[in-house]
């Protein structure tokens, strides 16, 4: 993949696609789920994969809501491999049992992971340690695919220091360990306070080496500094809503807002030189990571007038 991305930027590395909205739980800092949305069809699932594919999509990452509520979800991890592409899953561990373990296996998928934000659940979030320690053994023992977990410190997070025994668990049980900060409801950054940068720092050692760890990105946002950087969403990452339209990201949806069907590569050449101007403080960190492979090439500009008041149009609809 890094080969690919370093000798043509006219290609996504990362896409990500929702094949249902809804979710069993309700966490109260996300922005991305409801309780009420049916699956997207199978056959236009298939479509949007297929399409993901003739792009030249590196990397295709399933998320929600919830999408293990997608009644077919084993046949659309098979469709993300049979397009040759890499096939991820972003999920919040809760219908994690052995066999649907053994299934997402025979479906290929190739990593997993999973948030968790707290050692007991709150009124924040149910996505605690106490309730998914099972989950994540049924994961050690069955699973054939990469597991990450990510914790979390951040706005809502009333016991940070829980995200030290959350990396240390994961750790235990074999998986990777992540953190990230929580964004607030337009994916900007809130800086962290003196004991989260401690915990911050504590878990970022305990990672293992990736894109999080050889760029400054995360390290800024938890000290409230700006990034000086040239946001590729749009071209080298890609949200695919349930809609089938495709957003900057979870955090800026709206625009460009073009049905992926009819989503070219000279979309894909606009939106690679266009600045966003929600850059500087943005937390959405797989855009960063994807990013990465273009800071040195070409400068962007800004996205004309008409295109941004539109733009703004349409994400204040939303919101």
Not at 116 to 131: A, H, W
Not at 239 to 265: F, K, M, N, W
Request: hydrophobic letters at 35%; a negative charge; aromatic letters at 6%.
């Amino acid at each position: 993949m890094a080969a690919r991305a370093l000798a043509s930027t006219d290609h996504p590395l990362l896409a990500h696609i929702i094949p249902v909205r809804r979710c069993n739980l309700a966490c109260t800092y996300c922005n991305e789920f409801d309780d009420f949305s049916k699956p997207v069809a199978t056959e236009e699932m298939f479509r949007r994969i297929d399409k993901l594919g003739d792009l030249g999509t590196a990397v295709v990452t399933i998320s929600g809501g919830e999408p293990l509520l997608h009644p077919e979800l084993d046949e659309i991890i098979g469709r993300i491999r049979e397009n040759g592409m890499i096939a991820g899953l972003i999920t919040n561990g809760y219908f994690l049992v052995p066999e649907r373990i053994q299934r997402l296996n025979r479906a290929g998928l190739e990593w997993l992971q999973i948030s968790i934000d707290n050692v007991n659940p709150d009124d924040v979030s149910k996505k605690s340690l106490k309730v998914l320690d099972k989950k994540l053994q049924n994961l050690a023992e069955h699973a054939d695919f990469h597991v990450n977990i990510n914790s979390v410190v951040g706005s809502g997070i009333a016991h940070p220091e829980d995200a030290l025994t959350i990396g240390k668990r994961a750790i235990e049980l074999g998986f990777s360990s992540t953190i990230g900060i929580i964004h607030d409801g337009s994916g900007q950054l809130q800086p962290l306070g003196e004991e989260e940068r401690w915990i911050y720092h504590e878990m970022k050692s305990m990672e293992k080496r990736s894109f999080t760890r050889i760029n400054a990105f995360q390290d800024n946002i938890a000290q409230g500094k700006p990034n000086e950087w040239r946001c590729r969403a749009g071209a080298r990452y890609l949200y695919i809503c349930e809609d089938g339209l495709v957003h900057y990201c979870s955090q800026q949806r709206g625009y460009p807002g073009v049905p992926l069907a009819t989503y070219t590569r000279d979309d894909l050449r606009r939106e690679y030189l266009t600045e966003k101007g929600c850059a500087p403080h943005c937390t959405v960190s797989c855009v960063h990571q994807v990013s990465i492979f273009d800071s040195w090439r070409r400068p962007q500009h800004a996205a004309p007038a008409v295109a941004a008041h539109d733009s703004a149009s349409e994400l204040m609809q939303i919101k």
